[in-house]
């Protein structure tokens, strides 16, 4: 097989990365998305379109190619234009550093890595070439020269370089684990540690993953679309497929960030315990199933937030960003610094900080059920708490 | 004139009519002078205040309203609300029709709380004639009140969640108000302009099997309205979306004439039906929720203790139930004394009454109504004024309008 160079099998990935996932988010993501939350809501969601309501993607898809694509008179044409193509290319670039697998053999004596490239600066490519995709909704809410929009591009401007900040300190304290930037180097120490980096870094996980909720715009912190509120903000005066562009950067964005919370926390495409001989057997599934296992299960949390959570207010998003997330960011970062250097050439320390981390999390969570317990009894009492006549 | 050959000629004519327009407007326009009077160079942080046109066709504001408002960046400096967008006379149509004939106009006020204002209506009429209702009528006229309060506030609930951004309670909401309707389709045959009761007292009886079917119901829904607590009520991100936004205090809310959820929201404990007990609420056991702070979490509070309680009021109505008359003695025309009247009642937003002057004849010579909605909607400005423009989407849910009503 000497066509199947590694020069080819790099543009083949990169052909099939563009080309699959615009389909698996247009299909797979979205319909699950609908069909979750319509479970969770107590209804169906859609179940017409092909069996099981299968083909809804497609059918989504149809109509917003098909629609019209209107742009306001007044607007800033060619930046109009540009801000959609804006924000899905920097999303579409960066899925190319996320290693889905170590190498698979495709035919005899082929076998080739799950990734497009291994970057040596890999996270912080990633970190840079996402933020780019903020500019695409700021100039879009810019140029529909409408004021919701232009409400919702300052709101993004704002949250997005808010958010920059607390979710790279969080993982500035997985660097200091990895001691690498290249991903498929953080999950092969991961796997050489034998300890995934979830455990030490739970407090920079929680960060991460509330960092990057707020990056995707996604709920509770979705306010530069805001329905309710900017009636869609950024891309009120988008249709068709500028519109179409929008939501596939969002939705690769949404993807693209649990993928990293997969490689950097999660070991990646590695099963859970591989070195634990008990738990041997699932090393019989292959590992990007693995990975797209874990990634999944990140993209679920996002449709189970959003079917969860209110919205904040945007004050209240920046006093969370600023006020705790970033503290807490570089409190952990100290404390992990100095459970590094407390045990110097061995990784005993961060198993420490696990089964501390571990701990504290499992006392949180005991709080937290009584804590509600209480308030249900109160609810349910016969006659409610504050309740009183003065008639 | 237009010169540009790709155009026909009545294309010209249109383009030049639209041109001539255009200069007249500008023209016309004061601000069109000021472009002579010599303009300060804008300075590097020139803050400008943004007018802001905040509906009618807003998704947040629960119909046809328009606010326009002033914006320094999200905060709102001033909030004006422009109404008359659903405004079809009803008050002017009451004097045309015969009194039965007006019953149907009220459910187009407060359409999602049709019920109340047939209520409303028939009692003013009926003390305008000096009629007692049958016993049964009461009871079922209560259980028709209370459910129709749950259904208002099941919408409220549903779609102030959404203005908040928590989508789901709105599916759990309109599960249990689409039950809610089947009862009243069942009852009257329509699920949403009811035309449930008559002068001197209802069109039907109910149906068999109806009073079992609403006590399964009415047990059942404490565990639902759990399920709608247990999202938001302890939330903490809904709590810092409610607390201390728009807080209006008791002796406001009476200056402003705020009545319903808003005044009980803010530790003032008046309900009609139990300061002006109407039909048979002063034999019913219930409380009326009073909550002190008067933002919008204490009346999200009251309003989800005032559901419980309703199903309460359902629940004594239903063992109260007895057989008999549906109808009190009714004149055949209806053609009350020269008088002057005014009844009201407890109504999901707050008092909704009817003034009657009536003439002799077989219509009213006016009949005026006091709709709760429009008198709350006073209070938006100034519990919007200081917040910012995800706070007035709250606000609006809190205030809990329905245009139809407002614009009537």
């Known amino acids: ?391 | 004139m237009v010169d540009d050959k790709r155009l026909t000629e009545a294309e010209k004519q249109e383009a030049d009519y639209f041109a001539r327009r255009m200069t007249q407007a500008s023209l016309a326009r004061p601000s069109a002078g000021a472009a002579a009077a010599p303009v300060e160079p804008p300075t590097l942080f020139d803050v400008q205040e943004m007018e802001l046109n905040f509906g009618p066709q807003h998704p947040s504001t629960h119909g046809v309203l328009r606010l326009v408002l002033k914006v320094d960046g999200e905060k709102i400096l001033e909030a004006r609300p422009e109404i008359g967008y659903l405004h079809r006379g009803t008050e002017k149509l009451f004097e045309t029709e015969t009194y039965p004939m007006g019953i149907p106009h009220t459910d187009r006020m407060d359409y999602v709380a049709a019920a109340t204002n047939n209520h409303a209506f028939c009692l003013t009429v009926e003390k305008l004639l000096g009629i007692e209702i049958p016993r049964r009528a009461q009871l079922i006229r209560v259980i028709l009140d209370e459910l129709q309060r749950l259904s208002s506030h099941l919408v409220w609930l549903g779609t102030s969640g959404i203005d908040l951004g928590a989508v789901t309670p709105f599916w759990y909401a309109f599960r249990e108000r689409e039950q809610i309707l089947d009862f009243f389709e069942e009852y009257c045959g329509a699920r949403l302009t009811l035309n449930c009761m008559r002068i001197g007292g209802l069109p039907f009886d109910l149906t068999p099997g109806w009073t079992a079917r609403l006590l399964e119901f009415v047990d059942d829904l404490p565990s639902r309205i759990d399920e709608y607590e247990e999202l938001l009520t302890d939330n903490r991100i809904w709590k810092n979306r409610t607390v201390d936004v728009g807080v209006i205090s008791g002796e406001e809310c009476i200056e402003y004439g705020l009545t319903g959820p808003i005044l009980r929201g803010s530790g003032i404990a008046w309900d009609l039906r139990r300061a002006q007990p109407y039909e048979c609420y002063d034999e019913l056991d219930f409380v009326i929720p009073v909550r002190q702070n008067g933002d919008t979490y204490d009346r999200y509070i009251v309003r989800v203790q005032e559901m419980r309680q309703s199903a309460r009021i359902i629940r004594q109505c239903l063992d109260r139930l007895e057989a008999g008359d549906i109808r009190g003695k009714v004149p055949r025309v209806i053609k009350p004394v020269a008088e002057e009247v005014y009844a009201s009642i407890e109504s999901p937003k707050g008092e909704l009454g009817f003034y009657c002057v009536s003439n002799g004849s077989n219509r009213p010579y006016r009949m005026h109504c006091r709709p709760p909605s429009f008198i709350n909607l006073q209070a938006l400005p100034r519990l919007a004024k200081g917040h910012l423009i995800s706070d007035l989407v709250a606000l609006i849910g809190t205030i809990d309008i329905v245009l139809g009503e407002v614009d009537r």
């Open chain 1, 1 to 391: 097989m000497k066509i199947l160079t590694p020069t080819v099998l790099t543009y083949l990935k990169v052909v099939l990365l563009v080309a699959v996932v615009p389909a698996v988010v247009g299909f797979v993501v979205v319909l699950a998305e609908r069909r979750f939350m319509g479970f969770m809501q107590d209804r169906l969601g859609p179940n017409r379109v092909g069996p099981k309501g299968t083909l809804q993607g497609l059918a989504d898809l149809v109509k917003l190619v098909t629609k019209e694509d209107i742009t306001p008179a007044k607007a800033e044409k060619a930046v109009h234009f540009l801000a959609p193509v804006l924000a899905v290319i920097p999303a579409l670039t960066a899925l190319a550093l996320i290693p889905f697998g170590p190498s698979l053999r495709i035919a005899p004596h082929v076998s080739t890595p799950l990734y497009v490239t291994d970057v040596n600066i890999g996270l912080l490519f990633i970190l840079a070439i996402t933020s780019i995709g903020v500019y695409g909704i700021i100039l879009g809410g810019w140029a529909s020269n409408n004021k919701y929009s232009l409400l919702g591009g300052l709101r993004s401007a704002a949250q997005l370089v808010s958010y920059e900040v607390p979710m790279g300190l969080a993982l500035v304290a997985v660097l200091l684990m990895t001691r690498s930037l290249s991903l498929v180097e953080i999950v092969q120490r991961q796997d050489r540690i034998h300890l995934w980096f979830v455990f030490p870094g739970l407090l920079a996980f929680f960060l991460y993953f509330v960092a990057g909720v707020a990056e995707t715009n996604r709920n509770p912190f979705d306010l530069p679309e805001a329905e309710s509120e900017l009636v869609s903000g950024f891309n009120t005066e988008y249709s068709g497929v500028k519109f179409a562009f929008f939501f596939l950067g969002e939705y690769t964005a949404m993807i693209i960030i649990s993928c990293v919370a997969v490689t950097v926390f999660f070991g990646g495409w590695l099963p859970p315990f591989p070195h634990v001989p008990a738990f041997a057997a699932l090393k019989l599934i292959p590992p990007f199933v693995w990975f797209f296992a874990k990634a999944g299960f990140f993209v679920f949390c996002y449709i189970w937030f959003r079917s969860t959570f209110p919205r904040y207010r945007f004050d209240q998003l920046m006093a969370l960003g600023w006020k705790w997330l970033l503290p807490v960011a570089l409190i952990n970062i100290v404390v992990v610094a100095l459970a590094i250097l407390a045990t110097p050439g061995s990784t005993r320390g961060l198993f420490v900080l696990s089964w501390i981390f571990g701990a504290l999390f499992v006392v949180m969570l005991g709080l937290a059920w009584l804590r509600r317990m209480l308030t249900r009894r109160d609810r349910l009492a016969a006659v409610p708490r504050g309740a009183e006549e003065t008639a």
